[in-house]
Antibody, heavy 119, light 110 residues
Framework: QITLKESGPTLVKPTQTLTLTCTFS??????????VGWIRQPPGKALEWLAL???????RYSPSLKSRLTITKDTSKNQVVLTMTNMDPVDTATYYC???????????WGQGTLVTVSS | QSVLTQPPSVSAAPGQKVTISCSGS????????VSWYQQLPGTAPKLLIY???KRPSGIPDRFSGSKSATSATLGITGLQTGDEADYCC???????????FGGGTKLTVL
């Protein structure tokens, strides 16, 4: 059974760096074809993909946010970490991590964590 | 502005059928697999359809997916009040090298 759970601060100040951790179980990020992605959703708005990391450490980023994002993995801890620099109130959103199935879809999602950016 | 275009809302009566469209281009839907996600109020997205028309285990066959050229469609038959949710399409965009999503469609079961 695959599960994922996001953790991190619920409130960050403008210009600060956000660090979110996705802790997962039921799969290994050292298995060929496996990936984990981050997706966010501002209140009342659409899903927005942020980043992906694969078993071979291949990393992909949203072109519009690439300069602010870093995704890493710790295979031994079953964790994926996303950092986003220079946070702004428009970055207020629920942040989800999800299991990527063979490059094609997100088949399991975490419950999400709401991050509010405010001074 | 989402890369994939969906109608903001659709509605139908219980027991009826509804379709939700997702329009893209050759760089995304035209050459990549499409997924559909259901998001019930206050919950995380849930995979409904992947690889254009496949259902994960546990998804009833009332839900179906299809793709033609640069558009995809989600169909739901035998509508139930529990189907009221937001539905979103997603795929890979080869030109952007990015995962792209539609803007989401809110389904109301009248």
């Amino acid at each position: 059974q695959i599960t994922l759970k996001e953790s991190g601060p619920t409130l960050v100040k403008p210009t600060q760096t956000l660090t979110l951790t996705c802790t997962f179980s039921g799969f290994s990020l050292s298995t060929s074809g496996v990936g984990v992605g981050w997706i966010r959703q501002p209140p009342g708005k659409a899903l927005e993909w942020l980043a992906l990391i694969y078993w071979d450490d291949d990393k992909r980023y949203s072109p519009s946010l690439k300069s602010r994002l870093t995704i890493t993995k710790d295979t031994s801890k079953n964790q994926v970490v996303l950092t986003m620099t220079n946070m702004d109130p428009v970055d207020t959103a629920t942040y989800y991590c999800a299991h990527r199935l063979q490059f094609r879809t997100f088949d399991y999602w975490g419950q999400g964590t709401l991050v509010t950016v405010s001074s | 502005q989402s890369v994939l275009t969906q109608p903001p809302s659709v509605s139908a009566a219980p027991g009826q059928k509804v379709t939700i469209s997702c329009s893209g281009s050759s760089s995304n839907i035209g050459n990549n697999y499409v997924s559909w996600y259901q998001q019930l109020p206050g919950t995380a997205p849930k995979l409904l359809i992947y690889d254009n028309n496949k259902r994960p285990s546990g998804i009833p066959d009332r839900f179906s997916g299809s793709k033609s050229a640069t558009s995809a469609t989600l169909g739901i038959t035998g509508l139930q009040t529990g189907d009221e949710a937001d539905y979103c399409c997603g795929t890979w965009d080869s030109s952007l090298s990015a995962v792209v999503f539609g803007g989401g469609t809110k389904l109301t079961v009248l």
